[in-house]
């Protein structure tokens, strides 16, 4: 068992050190939930039947001294380093993700913050990996009152087929969500409990199965061979691009079931692998080294101001990874298992507490210091945005404050999401923002995706001016184009988007007819079934066209707007880090225009009468594209406009629509 560890613990550490070395490594906390359900169903089932009972007490206290102290400690030393090696950006949702671990419900957590678009490039947090812990955790608040409610039948009655069927029926249960979930809301089901349990609860079928019968000896050798190729296969062939868990778990799981059902299995065998002294020595130390491996990771990267570990750097944390793990072990775990501390529950209760409460105080402590760096306050004299860009300081003052402060960009947000009008992935049905009176004289829509809305700011501030009424038709990740996208992170078809652009269509050639359209879609979308770049871009254009062609003909006029440069990812924590001198994160023209923009192509192919803005001189000078603007931070993340930069446009884009606004 041991050596099962010892393999699982060494595929997720690779994994997490460089995916491209072990793009499946991930299936490892799998191998560890089948270890997990068996080895505790194993000690619930015998106490069942030596003591005619379960104590939840003494199951709860065994799993305080098991998993707490260790777990207490990476966090406390994880959430005190946070202060001092992560940019300040990251310290609210550190925060929350540090009480949220202390409290086993950090998978919670992230599933809800996966389905969150705004979330998208929130870095990863370095207690993230206390989600597998949690999940653990919330099974064993259901799973030990089957054995609870067996133990209590009478002793005749007490058949061990009546707690199989109903370890056998929560399997069930759990496999069937994950299977209908995962193709939908991949993400989402990595992290639920509902969608992982029966992994565990596969461990706990097999440690019932295996107390009535033995696996014939013939085929243990096979069995675990077998076992063990299917964890390999899937560490090797598996990727980030799997639909995970779903069907593909089952491949790691009963590979991690049947290396445990085949035991010991003569010469050559698993197990002569598995018990060897390196592999028991990984196993014993496999808790502490999964829990200090990952934060380890995410503050080297922060560190070095990378994306991604080098060699060298992997190598160092996988070292100093091992030695705190074995201290870990050798002063922590060891004497509380030698000495028996913790064995009572007021002793377990009092330190479960302690230790939480300590955590949660370090936790209060980074959002205190993530709110005292909020008090930045918008100044016209100084965050002037893009008119710096005609200066000899177009990123401003170095003396000044950058608004909005980094650590607040992603909360600098069009109305749009506050007011529940951005469209997620899966709505289909129109709820559109309206902004401006009633009676105005000009209507005007804005259609698209996030980098439609983004120029929300700065037509509303039009309006104001010039007394538009400004109706908004925006939905995540949806370019405005009859094209079928593809849905990367769901690996499907947009479906929703193709309807959601009909109906915006009928819409605006309907009752609404707006006197002006401004539409703006990211080049970073994708075309289904595309085969090359350059379909891609040609479909998703002439799909672009095909949509703008009857507004034109309903009598709007259309007002194109080039998509706006890319960032770097994580823009507000490189800021962050470069206060005094912000240009250190620019990206070059080059990069940031990387992706030919299939709304130009459309533009100059289309038989409508289109104006096509291009505001690039607004975001880039002298070959490079500036994070930092006349004091003003332009981006919220790599690739959205903060509110305020696109409010200070508000003039630049009337002038270069031109005609089409009167100006």
């Not at 002439?542 to 007002?559: D, H, R, T």
């Not at 981006?635 to 930069?645: G, K, M, N, P, V």
């Amino acid at each position: 068992m041991q050596g099962l560890r010892a393999v699982a613990v060494l595929l997720v550490l690779i994994y997490h050190v460089d995916h491209d070395l072990l793009p499946g490594g991930y299936v490892g906390v799998d191998v560890f939930f089948v270890i997990s359900g068996f080895l505790i169903t194993t000690l619930l089932l015998r106490e069942a039947r030596e003591t005619g009972r379960v104590s939840l007490a003494g199951f709860y206290v065994r799993r305080i001294r098991r998993i707490l102290p260790a777990a207490g400690l990476v966090l406390a030393v994880t959430g005190a380093l946070s202060f001092v090696l992560l940019p300040s950006p990251r310290l609210l949702d550190t925060a929350m993700q540090l009480a949220a671990s202390a409290f086993y419900v950090e998978n919670l957590f992230l599933a809800d913050q996966a389905v969150d678009y705004l979330a998208a490039e929130t870095a990863a947090s370095p207690v993230q990996h206390f989600w597998s812990l949690a999940v653990e955790e919330q099974f064993y608040l259901v799973w030990p009152l089957l054995f609870v409610g067996w133990a209590a039948l009478p002793r005749r009655r007490r058949s061990t087929w009546w707690v199989l069927g109903g370890a056998a029926a929560v399997l069930a249960a759990s496999v069937a969500y994950s299977v209908v979930l995962t193709p939908d809301s991949p993400q989402q089901a990595y992290f639920l409990p509902q969608t992982r349990m029966w992994e565990l609860a596969v461990g706990g079928v097999l440690a019932v199965v295996l107390s009535r019968r033995e696996v014939p000896a013939a085929l243990r050798w096979v069995l675990g061979w077998a076992g063990l190729a299917a964890i390999g296969a899937a560490a090797w062939y598996y990727s980030d691009e799997t639909a995970f868990p779903g069907w593909a778990a089952a491949l790691p799981v009963l590979g991690a079931a049947a290396v445990i059902a085949a035991g010991h299995n003569g010469r050559f065998s698993s197990y002569e692998l598995l018990s060897t002294a390196p592999a028991r020595f990984v196993g014993d130390i496999s808790y502490a080294l999964y829990l200090w491996h990952w934060p380890l990771i995410v503050f080297t990267i922060s560190m070095t101001d990378a994306d991604t570990l080098t060699p060298l750097y992997g190598a160092l944390v996988v070292v100093a990874s091992f030695l705190l793990a074995w201290a870990t072990k050798v002063a922590v775990e060891d004497p509380v298992r030698r000495f028996g501390l913790l064995r009572t529950g007021r002793s377990a209760a009092v330190f479960a507490v302690v230790s939480a409460l300590a955590v949660g105080l370090i936790a209060a402590g980074q959002y205190a210091r993530f709110e005292g760096l909020r008090s930045v306050r918008f100044d016209p004299v100084v965050h002037v945005g893009p008119s710096a860009l005609a200066t000899s300081e177009p990123e401003g003052s170095p003396e000044e404050p950058t608004y909005p402060s980094p650590v607040t960009a992603a909360d600098d947000l069009p109305s749009v999401y506050g007011d529940g009008c951005q469209a997620s992935v899966p709505e289909v049905a129109l709820n559109p923002c309206v902004y401006g009176p009633e009676d105005a004289d000009t209507t005007v829509a804005v259609v698209g995706d996030s980098h439609a809305a983004h120029w929300v700011p700065a037509l509303q501030r039009l309006a104001h001016e010039r007394g538009w009424r400004v109706h908004t038709f925006t939905k995540s990740s949806c370019g405005f184009t009859s094209a079928t996208l593809w849905l990367s992170d769901k690996n499907r078809d947009y479906t929703e988007c193709v309807e959601y652009n009909d109906a915006v269509v009928r819409e605006l050639t309907g009752e609404l007819r707006p006197d002006l359209v401004f539409t703006s879609s990211s080049t970073m979308a994708d075309l289904s079934g595309a085969e090359s770049k350059s379909q891609d871009r040609a479909e998703i254009a002439a799909g672009m066209a095909s949509l703008w062609e009857p507004l034109e003909e309903a009598g709007s006029e259309l007002v194109v707007i080039r998509d706006t440069p890319k960032s770097r990812p994580r823009l507000p924590e490189c800021v962050a880090r470069h206060t005094r001198a912000p240009g250190e994160c620019a990206n070059t023209q080059a990069e940031a225009f990387a992706e030919d923009d299939p709304q130009v192509i459309a533009a100059e192919e289309t038989d409508a009468d289109v104006t096509l803005v291009d505001l690039t001189d607004e975001f880039c000078v002298g070959g490079t594209c500036p994070p930092v603007i006349g004091n003003v931070l332009v981006y919220r993340d790599s690739h959205h406009l903060t509110a305020t930069y696109s409010r200070l446009l508000a003039h630049s884009l009337a002038e270069a629509a031109g005609e089409v606004l009167r100006v």
